[in-house]
């Protein structure tokens, strides 16, 4: 080990703290004041540490590395909100430039295993990356349920449209995870929280 790779991790270890200043969209369950992607990243964590017994088989080491490193790249890339399709429309490019950029600061060997579970956790396609992408949406509806659905119904979200948003957990995630979801959903609703909940 030389001081040179300790001073690049260390760079990126001092860069990735500008993820506490990113904002996103959702609030907290208490409805006080929006979390931030930090926040979130942790929550998600904790998603995957507590949820990961729902998915039998799954590299329980990997989904939480996964659901701590997705948003990484909104240092740069900024949140793109999930309910925006204009701001979805180039998040793609967006997203993977600036992951070269951030896991470019780290020594050439962690850059190339954090952009490879980066990668894996945008495809989507392994058991780990479809752990924290389930996980990554029941976060967010968690929260907003919770905050008796603040978020949704200041920037017009309806129900449908988080239906469709919770399509991911329903085509691919455990049945009880799924069914969970509906739940949430469907008592939201009940309750009142969609713009749209009175229709």
């Known amino acids: 080990m030389n001081g040179d790779r300790l001073d690049k991790q260390m760079g990126f270890l001092l860069e990735i703290d500008k993820l506490k200043l990113v904002v996103r969209q959702n609030y907290l ?16 964590a904790m998603f995957v540490i507590i949820l990961a017994e729902y998915f039998p088989g799954v590299n329980f080491l ?6 701590l490193l997705h948003d990484l ?10 309910y925006d399709p204009e701001a979805q429309g180039d998040k793609e490019q967006r997203e993977r430039a600036a992951a070269e950029r951030i896991f470019g600061l780290l ?17 989507g396609r392994s058991l ?10 029941m976060q ?29 957990v329903f085509e691919h995630g455990p049945e009880v995870l799924a ?4 739940r ?8 009142g929280c969609f713009p749209d909940s009175g229709e």
Not at 107 to 123: S, V
Request: hydrophobic share 45%; aromatic share 6%.
């Open 140 to 168: 967010p509806l968690a929260l907003n349920s919770a905050a008796e659905g603040k978020m949704w119904r200041s920037c017009g979200v309806s129900v449908d449209m988080v239906r469709e948003r919770n399509r991911l």
């Open 29 to 44: 369950a208490d409805g006080s004041r929006r979390e931030d992607v930090a926040e979130h990243s942790w929550h998600l």
């Open 107 to 123: 020594p050439a060997d962690q850059a190339a295993e954090i952009m490879a579970l980066w990668a894996e956790f945008e495809e």
């Open 179 to 182: 069914d969970h979801v509906r």
């Open 73 to 82: 790249v909104e240092v740069y890339a900024g949140d793109t909100f999930a």
């Open 128 to 137: 780990e990356a479809i752990c924290a992408s389930v996980v990554d949406r």
């Open 184 to 191: 949430l959903i469907r008592e939201a609703q009940a309750r």
């Open 62 to 67: 990997r989904a939480v590395k996964m659901a």
